[in-house]
């Protein structure tokens, strides 16, 4: 099928490429000439694993091509995602200055019938909104259906995600795009739940916000854990093996970050607040997050009261393991409160360097993990890369001025700190 990705940022450029992989021709659009000046070079522009390969294979089968120019997206096919941002504005509502744009060079370029798809994160009502703009531009009904076709892949595992969703979701009104839809998807061989496209609106924003929920909820027992001296794997163990919970997103740490789950817990409180609903759960998964990204400050000032001019190791920036993304990070709030602290940071981060030094010229930047260690009086884990659960300990501590971990991932085996003989503190590891 002729497909046409606009956006080409951590979702569009996956969902164009996965498309391309499962042979249909596509084009992939972006209004920011550099990236696709460097993708049509075959050039990834954010990291994420396979990238490279998918882009080549893509490129090399002739089964996708970049471009800026949106005219020719949206005239030479029949399928048009959108996957432009939807940032947050500052009271926590949506930002829909790029899907309103798509839709008015839609508006302006549409000559014959399209399955228009969103596939970004939008409030509810938006599929409703964005076919009354097409009408209000003068284009009737005859030319277009408009699809909701929210997006659930996670950065680092993208491509994974993409190819084995567990449910693909479609939200329509007219059978002829249902069609359409359930063609595009046939080769994939996933579950497809058909809605209305307000259910298949919510469903993005009722999933995130349970994923999030589930994150703080395991949090607080973590914080729980850390007074009474219990052990939260154990008890994530524990509750993972209960079919009905499922082990995943039960890892107790510094919170969660990144471009999805703090502006879609914000936005899906906003939606409530439009509709008269209190989401009490998801204000509180918001304010617990808000806290516990910044514990291992609290534990460092507990420990020191004082940590002004003393250099701190700040490791990890991204807000996971596998990407290059410090949205909402925690790190990033940790590293605001060292610098008003008064500390002198260092920090180092596999996969992210330019971005963090443009932001913050204050901080020093290392390209070598043991030069982060040198002369520190704490090492805060922040993102838990794999290479730092392959550590030195030894090698760390002869290189710091006062030996402290403070593990806000839980990455390190606890004998191999005692062996070390290295101050440590975990989350819900109360028991060491
Ligand atoms: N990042 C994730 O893990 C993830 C997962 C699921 C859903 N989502 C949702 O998907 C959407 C996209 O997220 P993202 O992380 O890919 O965003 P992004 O910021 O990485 O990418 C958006 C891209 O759209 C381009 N763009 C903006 N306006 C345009 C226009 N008028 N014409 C052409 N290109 C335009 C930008 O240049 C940018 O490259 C958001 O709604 C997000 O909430 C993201």
Known sequence: ??????????????????????????????????????????????YEKELDNYLKKCI????????????????ESNIIFIAVG???????????????EVIRDISKYINEYKVVVNKSTVPIGTQKYMKRMLNNEGISNEYFDVVSNPEFLREGKAFEDFFN??????????????????????NFNRKIVYTNPETAELIKYASNGFLATKISFIN??????????GNVEDISYALGLDKRISPLFLNAGIGFGGSCFPKDTKALVKIGEKYGVDFNIIKS????????????????????KDISGKIISVLGLTFKPGTDDIRESPAIYIINELIKNKAK????DPNVSKTIKDKYPQIEYCNNLYDTFTN???????????????????????KMKEPLIIDGRNIFNYEHIKKAKIKYFAIGRGYI
């Open 376 to 398: 520190s009086s704490c090492a805060i884990f922040c993102t838990e890369w794999e290479e730092f659960s392959k550590l030195d300990l030894f090698k760390l501590k002869a």
């Open 86 to 100: 939807t940032p947050p504005l500052n009271n926590g509502e949506v930002d829909m200055t790029q899907v309103k």
């Open 60 to 75: 090399e089968d002739k089964k996708i091509t970049f471009s800026t120019d949106i005219k020719k997206g949206i005239r």
């Open 165 to 186: 969703t567990d449910r693909i979701v479609i939200g329509y009104d007219s059978e002829k795009a249902k069609g359409v839809m359930g063609k595009l998807y046939k």
């Open 220 to 229: 607080e027992i973590a914080n729980l854990c850390d007074e009474i001296g």
């Open 285 to 304: 998964t918001i304010n617990v997050n808000n806290k516990q990204r910044i514990i291992p400050i609290k534990k460092l000032l507990n420990y020191y």
């Open 345 to 348: 940071v260092k920090c180092y």
């Open 1 to 46: 099928m002729k497909v046409t990705v606009i956006g080409s940022g951590y979702v569009g450029l996956i969902a164009a490429l996965g498309f391309g992989i499962k042979n249909n021709k596509v084009i992939c659009v972006d209004k920011n000439k550099e990236k696709i000046k460097n993708l049509k070079k075959g050039i990834p522009i954010i």
